[in-house]
């Protein structure tokens, strides 16, 4: 399949013509030294291929499974609302970057009925992450390179302490590429979770590269 997918107009028809929308990422919650975690946890690509449904993050992850080797470099990008506002929540998008261009595009709006995608392109990742923040109600962006994104974390109890974390494997991928200076939100790095869903056990545990796999072997 990876051969017969190479731009992304390739990936737009594919997964127009074949997947249908569907909502939510997998939660594990769990309480730690009086500390109430919440791992989101986002399809990987093999489940998406197999059940043709997705969400932003799982859609996310197949564009960057499918195109990784047709391009210089892929990636996410990681916007969140505040959590001060009703229905508070996250969207997960991708880039390329090819011959010094990026391209900032939506997989999930290439879905089955879908008539309009986001699509930008700039030589400047920064400048065009700003353009794209003042298009949406965002508190905070973040760009992550690579071609898969699988769990993030939240913290707090009040809209005012509450806050994102992302396991330390994406460190040194990862930055906070834009944010509301009004608003409390902040993403930290951290220990990856301890758990996780019994139905991702397949992918990770003989990944010992993968910080997922000491969730299932400690």
């Known amino acids: 399949m990876k051969k017969e997918i190479n731009t992304i107009k390739d990936f737009v028809y594919y997964k127009n013509k ?34 043709k449904t997705s969400n932003c993050a799982s859609s996310a992850n197949l564009a960057g499974t499918l195109l990784k080797n047709s391009f210089d470099k892929v990636g996410f990008i990681h916007d969140h609302t505040s959590f001060n506002i009703d229905n508070p929540g996250g969207h997960l998008i991708s880039y390329i970057k090819q011959d010094g261009m990026y391209i900032i595009f939506d997989p999930q709006q290439a879905m089955r009925r879908t008539e309009n995608i986001l699509l930008l392109v700039g030589k400047d990742l920064d400048v065009m992450i700003n353009y794209y923040a003042n298009l949406i109600n965002t508190a905070i962006v973040t ?76």
């Not at 990422?25 to 399809?43: G, I, Q």
């Open 18 to 51: 074949f997947y249908e929308p569907k909502s939510g990422n997998t939660r594990v919650d769990w309480k730690e030294d009086d500390d109430e975690h919440r791992w989101e946890f986002m399809e990987h690509p093999k489940s998406v291929i197999s059940t």
């Open 143 to 218: 760009a992550i390179e690579g071609n898969e994104f699988y769990t993030l974390k939240t913290l707090g109890r009040t809209p005012d302490t509450r806050k994102l974390r992302i396991p330390n494997y994406y460190e040194e991928k990862a930055y906070i590429a834009w944010e509301d200076e009004n608003d409390p939100l902040t993403i930290k790095f951290g220990d990856g979770p301890k758990r996780a869903p019994e139905k991702y056990k397949e992918f990770f545990e003989d990944r010992e590269d993968h910080y997922l796999y000491d969730a299932y072997n400690d």
